[in-house]
T-cell receptor, first 116, second 115 residues
Framework: DVKVTQSSRYLVKRTGEKVFLECVQDMDHENMFWYRQDPGLGLRLIYFSYDVKMKEKGDIPEGYSVSREKKERFSLILESASTNQTSMYLC???????????????FGPGTRLTVL | AQKVTQAQTEISVVEKEDVTLDCVYETRDTTYYLFWYKQPPSGELVFLIRRNSFDEQNEISGRYSWNFQKSTSSFNFTITASQVVDSAVYFCALSEAYGNNRLAFGKGNQVVVIP
């Protein structure tokens, strides 16, 4: 079974703090993703990575950065947390697309972050 | 740019009724993939189905069925004889062939099954 774990289910931080959200997958997947989920907006892609030390901006990268030093770990960093970053953050991983095969993403349980 | 529309936000049904969730997508690619995910109250998204653009066959898996129609750019999902455990948010998603597996999600359908 593919397992994607996230470091915390719930997190409360103060405005201006630096926040690290960690994600680990155990299936040797090449791709990893960070999304945020907000009511009425669905899931929006923040950043993704298709290899170690590689990263690509998603649809809403502003205010975030990422780090992928090891294949199994993908970190989302909020350099200076703000109240509008209060949200549910979901990490996902997938195998790199093969020829004529597109692989589903497997999701972690999510981290509900509150910024006060 | 790819886009997925799920028009109904919340749907309530009485247990044992059928419920259909509509998904309409937009893409310029001829090769693409469509997905449905379920998000129960626990929060973790669970993969339900993948369909590629060359395969228009409908699919049935237990009480779940999917109807893919390229002519109307739709990939609808039906739950037959709904149960309380079906209460969840359901997301439709689209991935274009050359997007590094990026998914564009619809906004989701909240399904509430009333016992």
């Amino acid at each position: 079974d593919v397992k994607v774990t996230q470091s915390s289910r719930y997190l409360v931080k103060r405005t201006g703090e630096k926040v690290f959200l960690e994600c680990v997958q155990d299936m040797d997947h090449e791709n990893m993703f960070w999304y945020r989920q907000d009511p009425g907006l669905g899931l929006r892609l923040i950043y993704f990575s298709y290899d170690v030390k590689m990263k690509e901006k998603g649809d809403i990268p502003e205010g975030y950065s990422v780090s992928r030093e090891k294949k199994e770990r993908f970190s989302l960093i909020l350099e200076s947390a703000s109240t509008n970053q209060t949200s549910m953050y979901l990490c996902a991983s997938s195998r790199f697309p093969g020829l004529a095969v597109y692989n589903e993403q497997f999701f972690g349980p999510g981290t509900r972050l509150t910024v006060l | 740019a790819q886009k997925v529309t799920q028009a109904q936000t919340e749907i309530s049904v009485v247990e044992k009724e059928d419920v259909t969730l509509d998904c309409v997508y937009e893409t310029r690619d001829t090769t693409y993939y469509l997905f449905w995910y379920k998000q129960p109250p626990s929060g973790e998204l669970v993969f339900l189905i993948r369909r590629n653009s060359f395969d228009e066959q409908n699919e049935i898996s237990g009480r779940y069925s999917w109807n893919f129609q390229k002519s109307t750019s739709s990939f609808n999902f039906t739950i037959t004889a709904s149960q309380v455990v079906d209460s969840a948010v359901y997301f439709c998603a689209l991935s274009e062939a050359y997007g590094n597996n990026r998914l564009a999600f619809g906004k989701g359908n909240q399904v509430v099954v009333i016992p």
